[in-house]
């Protein structure tokens, strides 16, 4: 991948786009570390849309926040009558997992705080996402050693 900076990008998530303008394409997640190796301090997590190859950045979603994005899923949904692109990720850092669209707009009310839900228990902290569609639920597991939840998504 053409990567955004010389460092390149640490890949912590994937997911295939089945729907709209970027149909086939993939999502990935940057958890931005090597920004912060880079000497600069910030975590600056993004999403990027790639081509079907992989091999080149078509968009890039700024969630706006520094922390780590670790797992993303992509869901098309109808926001006011209009059929819109978006991707839910886990915000490591802030123990949630977040909803956006493509044009970088949060969706707040469909934030799902792992904490205020019990989950947060040992400092585990969610990271693994899918989606189930048909369901309109999410597959949210924290580490390798803590359960996986199925938690409906979507306002």
């Given at each position: 991948v053409n990567a955004p900076t010389a460092g390149?990008?640490?890949?912590?998530?994937?997911?295939?786009?089945?729907?709209?303008?970027?149909?086939g394409c993939l999502l990935s997640a940057d958890q931005g570390?090597?920004?912060?190796v880079?000497?600069?301090?910030?975590?600056?997590s993004r999403v990027?849309?790639?081509?079907?190859?992989a091999r080149e950045i078509l968009l890039t979603l700024d969630p706006g926040f520094s922390g780590s994005i670790q797992g993303i899923a992509y869901e098309r949904v109808e926001i006011e009558g209009v059929w819109t692109d978006t991707v839910w990720l886990t915000d490591l850092a802030g123990a949630k997992v977040r909803h956006f669209t493509?044009?970088?707009?949060?969706?707040?009310?469909?934030?799902?705080?792992w904490v205020a839900l019990g989950l947060g228990g040992g400092g585990v902290l969610?990271?693994?996402?899918?989606?189930?569609?048909?369901?309109?639920a999410l597959i949210v597991g924290g580490s390798?050693?803590?359960p996986y939840h199925i938690i409906a998504c979507g306002s």
């Open positions: 390149g990008y640490t890949c912590t998530g994937a997911s295939e786009v089945t729907a709209g303008p970027y149909r570390k090597n920004q912060a880079a000497g600069n301090g910030i975590q600056e990027y849309v790639l081509d079907r190859n493509f044009a970088g707009v949060e969706i707040a009310a469909d934030e799902i705080d969610p990271n693994g996402l899918a989606l189930i569609a048909e369901d309109r390798a050693t803590s």
